[in-house]
Structure formats: structure tokens, C-alpha cells
């Protein structure tokens, strides 16, 4: 039933039907709307897509909305690089007990408002934003009766929140995904969306660098597209070596290349991180459904391994001089870098 007036607010604790949307940090605004079970299942993205068909909805206060939220909870998370098939690995955990959420657009928000936690302009105090990601922890532990562990995959550009919602949630674990930098590159080079993707976040990655005191940023007006990219690896990959550096037990690497070589394997050593309790059979079930031949973003759409494989070589060979280029940039700056080089020299 659609809720009325007040009750978007009182249902909004147990009630995972109300999803909290987007966040207007600004105007102090959060948008509510209806998803049943099949549109979070269906759902590659919960941003502005999620609303498509246009579910009810109403935009609350965020005071509101977080005085309305249980913050004890553990949902599991999954941070990624970007272009390395965490989209494929969630899809897979819905098939084998997990409950997806995929890319939630207030953990976007909150990336780009923890970059500036510092920042005279930031309209979070660091105390008010632990509160508020508490109270987004809460929201997305909530699932349907017959749903299993929520697991929540962020955009490959929220990694930066991933030690505080650890830090928050003794019970969360977390997988990350990654590719080597040449399979990244070569990846991502590939698609036609990356000057246009890559470009947009390096303001949000050199910010958090910045933070971390990583030193020898680039100016993002000087980089190239491979070098937009690079960025993105390092960021991202940089995230994922301190988490296994300081939270191992809780903290699973998964190369991607590694999963598609033994997905079964691997599959479950994902499931078995965390606690779906996942019988071999459901595993191999999974491996060997329809989830694995589609493209994961785009279920309409077939995508199989070996298609992938044929765009990456073909991407390898037709930008070998920008991804060796990107390669040895990378290898300069984080061979000036006390951070970078202590965590990022070995992959390099």
C-alpha cells in the first residue's frame, strides 16, 4: 500500500519498500519513493534510473528522515574500481541469498560531501556525517521476509567512505574489486563512455588523495583521458591495499580476471566472506544461469566472456603506446610518494 502524508516517515525504519532515493545536501532534502522486491532486484542502479516507471514518492526533510532511522545494523559492501565486474558479482550474490542494493545515489552524495569534511564550506560537520551514514547503514540493512544479507555496491568513486562504514559497523564486511592497471586500462579504453566518465570524477579522487596526504597531485586540467583513467586505478586500488593493510579478517581482494578464470571458486569464496551459506549446487547454479551471459548493467543484452576477452586485446593492441604512456606515469608519481609507493609499488 502507498504510504500517506506521515507515514512515509513512520514506515521508513522497517519498511524496505520506502528507499531514501537522493539526498539534497543543499536544500537539507531527501526524496522517498516505493520499490517492491522485484525493482530492487531488477535495478543495476538505484540512481535517477531506479525511477523510470515512476514510483510514489515524497521529498521529507533530512532531519526527518534520520530521526526516523534504526542505526543498528551491518550490511556487507562492496567497493570496486569501476569496469571490473562488480555489477556481475552482486547479480551472482542475489542468486545465492544475497539482497542487492546496487549504487545507491545518497552514497554518492556522501562520498562528494566527505571530501570536503575539511572545507569551511562543507555543510556536514564530521559529527553530523557519522550520524547520517549511520542512519544509511540502517536504511539498507532492511530487506524483504524472504531475502537474505543486504549487500550494498557502491559507485566506484564512494571507496573513500569505506573505512569509516567499517569503522561504524563492526559486524560489515567488505569485497573489493580490482583488474591490474593494464586490464584496466585496456578495459576501460575500450568504452566510449570513458573521456566523459573519467574526466567528471578526478575532482572527487585528487580531493581524496588530497586528504590522505599523498603528495605530487596533478592539476586534472592537464590529464588525458588514459590518465583520467589511471587515476581512477590508483584511487580506487589504493583503497582497497589500506583496508587489507588495517582490516584483513574483514576485508576480501578479488582480482576480477581471478573470478572469471574459476568462477565457481570463487563465487563461493565471496559467498563464504560473507555468511550467505551458499550449497555448492546453488553456486553452480548460478555460474551456469543466465546471469553470466548477460551484460550485467543491461540485462537485455548478451555479453559473454569471451566477448569481453576480444574487446580487451583488441583495446590492448589499439592503445598500447597510451596504456604503456599511463603505466609510466603512474610509476613516476608513486615512486615520489611515501604513501603510494609503500602500498602501490608492488602492483606496478
Given at each position: ?213 599523498v603528495n605530487g597531485l596533478p592539476s586534472a586540467h592537464s590529464l588525458e583521458t588514459p590518465q583520467y583513467a589511471a587515476l581512477a586505478w590508483l584511487t580506487e586500488t589504493l583503497v582497497a591495499r589500506q583496508l587489507q593493510a588495517t582490516d584483513a579478517q574483514r576485508v576480501l581482494h578479488i582480482d576480477f580476471d581471478e573470478f572469471l578464470d574459476a568462477p565457481a571458486d570463487v563465487l563461493g569464496r565471496i559467498a563464504s566472506h560473507f555468511d550467505l551459506n551458499a550449497t555448492s549446487e546453488q553456486i553452480s547454479t548460478a555460474i551456469n544461469g543466465p546471469v553470466m551471459s548477460r ?54
Amino acid at each position: 500500500m502507498t504510504p500517506t502524508g506521515d507515514q512515509w516517515l513512520q514506515r521508513l525504519s522497517t519498511d524496505y519498500q520506502i528507499c531514501l532515493q537522493q539526498m539534497d545536501v543543499a536544500t537539507n532534502r531527501g526524496l522517498l519513493v516505493l520499490l517492491d522486491e522485484n525493482a530492487y532486484r531488477n535495478a543495476s542502479f538505484l540512481d535517477q534510473r531506479a525511477l523510470a516507471h515512476n514510483p510514489p514518492g515524497q521529498w521529507a526533510s533530512l532531519d526527518d528522515i534520520w530521526r526516523s532511522i534504526n542505526t543498528n545494523a551491518s550490511p556487507h559492501y562492496i567497493f570496486h574500481i569501476g569496469h571490473c565486474g562488480s555489477t556481475l558479482i552482486s547479480r551472482l550474490l542475489d542468486e545465492v541469498g544475497g539482497f542487492g542494493l546496487r549504487e545507491p545515489l545518497p552514497l554518492r552524495s556522501m562520498a562528494e560531501a566527505e571530501a570536503e569534511l575539511d572545507a569551511p564550506w562543507s555543510l556536514f560537520s564530521p559529527a553530523a556525517f557519522d550520524a547520517a551514514l549511520a542512519r544509511l547503514n540502517g536504511l539498507w540493512d532492511r530487506r524483504p521476509p524472504s531475502a537474505g544479507q543486504p549487500i550494498v555496491k557502491a559507485t566506484s568513486q564512494c571507496s573513500g567512505l569505506a573505512s569509516r562504514i567499517l569503522g561504524q559497523s563492526v559486524s560489515s564486511r567488505a569485497l573489493t574489486l580490482g583488474l591490474k592497471p593494464e586490464r584496466f586500462l585496456a578495459t576501460v579504453l575500450a568504452g566510449q563512455y570513458a573521456p566523459f566518465e573519467f574526466r567528471a570524477a578526478a575532482p572527487l579522487r585528487l580531493k581524496r588523495l588530497a586528504r590522505l596526504g599523498v603528495n605530487g597531485l596533478p592539476s586534472a586540467h592537464s590529464l588525458e583521458t588514459p590518465q583520467y583513467a589511471a587515476l581512477a586505478w590508483l584511487t580506487e586500488t589504493l583503497v582497497a591495499r589500506q583496508l587489507q593493510a588495517t582490516d584483513a579478517q574483514r576485508v576480501l581482494h578479488i582480482d576480477f580476471d581471478e573470478f572469471l578464470d574459476a568462477p565457481a571458486d570463487v563465487l563461493g569464496r565471496i559467498a563464504s566472506h560473507f555468511d550467505l551459506n551458499a550449497t555448492s549446487e546453488q553456486i553452480s547454479t548460478a555460474i551456469n544461469g543466465p546471469v553470466m551471459s548477460r551484460y550485467s548493467k543491461a540485462p537485455e543484452h548478451g555479453y559473454s566472456t569471451n566477448v569481453r576477452d576480444q574487446l580487451v586485446a583488441k583495446s590492448s593492441v589499439q592503445h598500447e603506446r597510451a596504456i604503456r604512456d599511463a603505466i609510466s606515469w603512474l610509476k613516476d608519481w608513486v615512486a615520489n610518494d611515501a604513501i603510494l609507493s609503500t602500498h602501490m609499488e608492488p602492483l606496478l
